[in-house]
């Protein structure tokens, strides 16, 4: 497992930036996958935006387009640039990380009760 630490939730309007940041301890090799899932009320936890070893990113329908998700090896750190907010996209947000058998691995096929490592969520809220 790994630590994660998120960062840079907020209350923005709709149509608004923000972009979170996961501070993480760092697997010893590039099978791993990391993500950004959210959570909201009465809702299922979706994941948003998957990034694997080998530095490919995947992305949901909802997010894609709109979202990126990005990593600074130098600072060990995991980001989520999101564009174009909506009201929607309210919700607590997770980072997530797991080991995987291989670098260039389909992260986003991963169940979210796969997933061995969260960090401990950061809110975001869109306002009309």
């Known amino acids: 497992q790994v630590q994660l630490v998120e960062s840079g939730g907020g209350s923005v309007q709709s149509g608004g930036s923000l972009t979170l940041s996961c501070a993480e301890t760092?697997?010893?090799?590039?099978?791993?996958?990391m993500a950004w899932f959210r959570q909201a009320p009465g809702k299922e936890r979706e994941g948003v935006a998957f990034?694997?070893?080998?530095?490919?990113?995947m992305y949901v329908d909802s997010t894609k387009g709109r979202f990126t998700i990005s990593q600074d090896n130098a600072k060990n750190t995991l980001y989520l640039l999101m564009n174009s907010l909506n009201p929607e996209d309210t919700a607590m947000y997770y980072c997530?990380?797991?080991?995987?058998?291989?670098?260039?691995?389909?992260?986003?096929?991963?169940?979210?009760?796969?997933?061995?490592?969260w960090g401990q969520g950061t809110q975001v809220t869109v306002s009309s």
């Open positions: 997530a990380a797991t080991e995987v058998p291989y670098s260039n691995y389909p992260c986003d096929t991963i169940w979210p009760s796969r997933w061995t490592s």
């Open positions: 990034i694997n070893g080998h530095g490919r990113a």
């Open positions: 760092r697997y010893s090799n590039n099978r791993y996958c």
